[in-house]
């Protein structure tokens, strides 16, 4: 039972490059999201969608992009990598019908 | 703007006694309460829950207790054991949607 899986787990980046992290999930949940954490900090809301083809900004999006194309399937876009996207990044799906969300183990990206 | 705080970023306690962590929030638009353990380098597993119509949720040793008027909830572990040694980060959500989280408390339990 897989549930949220998302890869790289590890990454370090130069500035300005850019990258994707992936997450897929299979328990056919409508509801994804993407947060980051930072040391000291609580999780950040970076994007999320409600289902395929729909997205929306959560309270950190600058400097990230996602796409939407199919149920299972939520990336994550890094354009021009910065330091400041230092961080653990963890997505996660919920069952819209249900209040709990289940999160993938996290991705630590690093940029120098 | 934090809407989801939690001011105790440690705790410790000697195992077999009782664990209480502690969450407070601003958004009186909330209407479910989660909490949330995280060990090292693993994403956040769910722990309990409680819907804002409640005052108290119990499953095993773990205990949700939700104050309404005073925008606070706590959780409590009887009897706390080393293994519950991790981070627990309090939710909120709002409008069925968007989740916010607390800052975490690292609770450590001493054998």
């Known amino acids: 039972n897989a549930g949220v899986t998302q890869t790289p787990k590890f990454r370090i980046l130069k500035i300005g490059q850019s990258m994707t992290l992936q997450c897929t999930q299979d328990m056919n949940h409508n509801y994804m999201y993407w947060y980051r954490q930072d040391p000291g900090m609580g999780l950040k809301l970076i994007y999320y969608?409600?289902?395929?083809?729909?997205?929306d900004k959560g309270e950190v999006p600058n400097g990230y992009n996602v796409s939407r194309s199919t149920t299972e399937d939520f990336p994550l876009r890094l354009e021009l990598a910065a330091p400041s996207q230092t961080s653990v990044y963890f997505c996660a799906s919920r069952n819209p019908s249900r209040n709990t969300i289940y999160f993938g183990e996290g991705s630590w990206l690093t940029v120098v | 703007d934090q809407q989801v705080k939690q001011n105790s970023p440690s705790l410790s306690v000697q195992e077999g006694r009782i664990s209480i962590l502690n969450c407070d929030y601003t958004n009186s638009m909330f209407d479910y309460f989660l909490w949330y353990k995280k060990y090292p380098a693993e994403g956040p597993t769910f722990l309990i829950s409680?819907?804002?119509?409640?005052d108290k949720n119990e499953d095993g040793r773990f205990t949700v207790f939700l104050n309404k008027s005073a925008k606070h909830l706590s959780l409590h572990i009887v009897p706390s054991q080393p293994g519950d040694s991790a981070v627990y980060f309090c939710?909120?959500?709002?409008?069925?949607?968007?989740?916010?989280f607390g800052t975490g408390t690292s609770l450590t339990v001493i054998p």
């Open positions: 939710a909120a959500l709002e409008a069925g949607n968007q989740f916010y």
């Open positions: 409680i819907s804002s119509i409640k």
């Open positions: 969608s409600v289902g395929a083809g729909i997205t």
